[in-house]
């Protein structure tokens, strides 16, 4: 059996996050519940720092990992800037209170709403991802007498080795600026009179384990920065992108400031060492810094199935059922020396893509309380009311301390944006 998450303890019989009892915050504030370590965030967040201290860099954490104020507000107090890929992030970014200036503005799609909410409030970089993107925010920030700070997203065409609905950077994505064309469009970019040009930017995919693509890509972005100066445009900082993969199953992704001084004396070797760096890593700061806590409501054993039925489900925790991604489950209270059978832990939801885990070995009772492990990101800012279920609650732990960071959704906060028919 592989360790627990760093903070995650069995002790006294039971898990503990820090220095509280998860069986204690479950019968405080019922499940599903979310419970996160606020020293797991900033363990992952130091080796990062660590990786780049001495360096001019931005750490802009994504924050469609998880984008709850109070997360937020964490990772922000230490020095982070935000990736945001909404005007949402963008005003959830502000509530927490972020320096507009460290929020780089990501994704495909962005409207010119959004483009003008962003300019008004002063961020630090559009990432724009193609020819059309740059001509209507040229447009925009003419219009508001501004020049926006942009950088290309450019694709380096690398496999990122990892789940193709979060492989962002070959030829097939959506995603970025084709290597080919980046040096045309850098050009465009700089004659534009509503854009100044600041970086470059890439990004690869999620859940990334190996050192290689991350060097890959940094080879190509580097090609590109040598040609696009070579054109005369100057970039000022290189955005790498994503952070790097967790441990959800023995994954063994390298640490992040190993990586970085693997990156860094490439970066150093290629004469590009006096650039800033940014990155914006999401999955690795907050993934294995939550977990999920659920309560088994019934046994269901079957003549080629047994089921276990959890109260949390699809609509919580939706990675399995999108990416049929592996997520421990583990008993808050382990029930020593009773004998353990198969289940397929499963949730409430009318759908049989609503499970959690296939065929885990448990020894468990309806009414115990079961863990999901490496929680933390892309299930509660993935959470929807499928079923008009109500969002779960989420509590902060530090030390012995432990606050709701929000409260769980009930049925009247659902139904509260709709109107009967007069
Ligand atoms: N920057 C950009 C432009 C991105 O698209 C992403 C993630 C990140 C940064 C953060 O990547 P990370 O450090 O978290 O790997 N819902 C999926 C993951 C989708 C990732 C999308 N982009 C999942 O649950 O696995």
């Known amino acids: 059996m592989s360790p627990l998450p760093a903070f995650l303890t069995l002790r006294n019989g039971e898990l503990h996050f820090e220095g509280v009892p998860l069986s204690r915050l479950a019968h405080e504030h019922g499940t599903p519940l979310f419970v996160y370590s606020k020293a797991a965030m900033l363990e992952a967040l ?3 720092q660590r990786g780049l201290s001495g360096r001019k860099h931005l750490i802009c954490y994504a924050m469609k990992a998880n984008s709850s104020l109070a997360i937020l507000q ?37 409207t010119r709403a959004e483009m003008r909410r962003a300019l008004e409030v002063g961020i630090g970089c559009f990432n724009v991802e193609s020819i059309a993107e740059l001509d209507v925010l040229d447009e925009v920030a003419r219009g508001m007498g501004l020049r926006a700070p942009v950088s290309l997203r450019v694709n380096p065409n690398v496999d990122a080795k990892t789940h193709p609905y979060i492989s962002t950077g070959l030829k097939g994505n959506k995603f970025g600026i084709a290597h080919e064309s980046a040096v045309a469009t850098y050009r465009h970019a700089a004659s534009c009179a509503g854009l100044r040009v600041v970086g470059i930017d890439c990004h690869i995919g999620s859940q990334i384990t190996q050192v290689e ?3 890959d890509a940094m ?10 100066e070579a054109a005369g445009v100057h970039i000022g900082h290189i955005d790498f992108g994503g952070g790097l993969g967790i441990d ?51 046994l269901k054993p079957g003549e080629q199935k047994n089921f276990l039925i959890v109260d949390a489900a699809m609509n919580d925790l939706p990675r399995p059922a999108m990416y049929q991604a592996y997520h421990r489950i583990e008993p808050v209270k382990p029930r020593d020396g009773e004998a353990s059978i198969m289940w397929d832990v499963v949730g ?15 020894a468990v009772q309806p009414g115990d309380l079961l863990a999901v492990l490496s929680a ?15 969002r779960a609650a989420e509590v902060l732990v530090d030390g012995d301390r432990a606050t709701v960071i929000r409260h769980r959704e009930t049925a009247a906060d659902q139904l509260r944006l709709e109107t009967l028919l007069s």
């Open 46 to 48: 130091a080796a990062y």
């Open 74 to 110: 964490t990772l922000v107090r230490e020095g982070c800037g935000l990736d945001i890929v909404s005007g949402g992030e963008l005003e959830r970014a502000l509530a927490a209170g972020v320096d507009p200036a460290k929020v780089i503005f990501s994704g495909v799609g962005k």
């Open 213 to 215: 693509p991350y060097l």
């Open 219 to 228: 080879d190509r972005v580097l090609d590109l920065v040598e040609a696009v």
């Open 248 to 298: 959800y199953s023995g994954d063994v992704p390298p640490a992040a400031d190993a990586l970085w001084a693997q990156l860094l004396a490439k970066l150093d070797a290629r004469g590009f060492g006096d650039r800033a760096i940014y990155i914006e890593p999401g999955r690795s700061l907050v993934g294995n810094a939550g977990v999920c806590l659920t309560e088994v409501l019934y």
């Open 348 to 362: 409430p939801v009318c759908e049989s893509g609503d499970w959690l885990g296939h065929e885990r070995s448990l």
């Open 376 to 390: 933390g990101a892309y299930c509660m800012s993935m959470a929807s009311n499928y079923n008009t279920r109500g």
